[in-house]
C-alpha cells in the first residue's frame, strides 16, 4: 500500500503489520501530527539477518540514531550489510530505518533522503553533517 507522509509517497507492505490499511495510515497521521513516536504494531519480521536489522531498528528511540556501523558492530556483521538490510525494510516509516544514518552524512533512504532528513527533523533527531 501508498502511504502519505509529510507530503511524500511511500511505499510500504501492509501485509506484515497488523492492523487494516486505515488504521495504518491513521497512526501514520498521528505520527505526522506530533501525537505519537512510535506505532504500536505487530510486525512479521523478515526472516534472518534483515528482520535482526529490523528488530535493531525499532529498539531505536524517536529523536536518536545509529550509524550503520554501530548496528553492525552490535550484530557483528559489515556495515554495507546493515544498508543493504535497510533497503529491503517492507514497512518504512514504522520501523524506522529512516533512523540508521552514515557516520558523518545521511545516505540512502529507499524514501528518498528529502524524506529521511523530514523525518529525522520530525523527531528533533541530529542530523550528520549538518549544522
Known amino acids: 500500500m501508498q502511504i502519505r507522509v509529510f507530503d511524500r509517497e511511500c ?3 501492509d501485509s506484515r503489520i497488523d492492523a487494516d490499511a486505515e488504521v495504518i495510515r491513521e497512526r501514520v497521521r498521528e505520527y505526522e501530527a506530533g501525537e505519537r513516536t512510535t506505532f504500536d504494531f505487530e510486525i512479521d519480521y523478515l526472516d534472518g539477518f534483515t528482520g535482526d536489522v529490523m528488530r535493531a531498528m525499532e529498539r531505536i528511540p524517536s529523536g536518536e540514531t545509529r550509524t550503520y556501523g554501530e548496528i553492525a558492530a552490535d550484530l557483528e556483521t559489515a556495515p554495507i550489510a546493515v544498508g543493504q538490510a535497510c533497503g529491503r525494510n517492507p514497512v518504512p516509516v514504522v520501523v ?5 544514518v552514515g557516520a558523518d552524512s545521511l545516505t540512502g533512504y529507499a524514501g528518498g533522503l528529502d524524506l529521511k532528513r523530514r523525518l529525522l527533523e520530525h523527531e528533533g533527531a541530529v542530523i ?4
Open 11 to 13: 511505499g510500504i507492505d
Open 96 to 100: 524506522p530505518c529512516h533512523r540508521i
Open 128 to 131: 550528520p553533517g549538518e549544522p
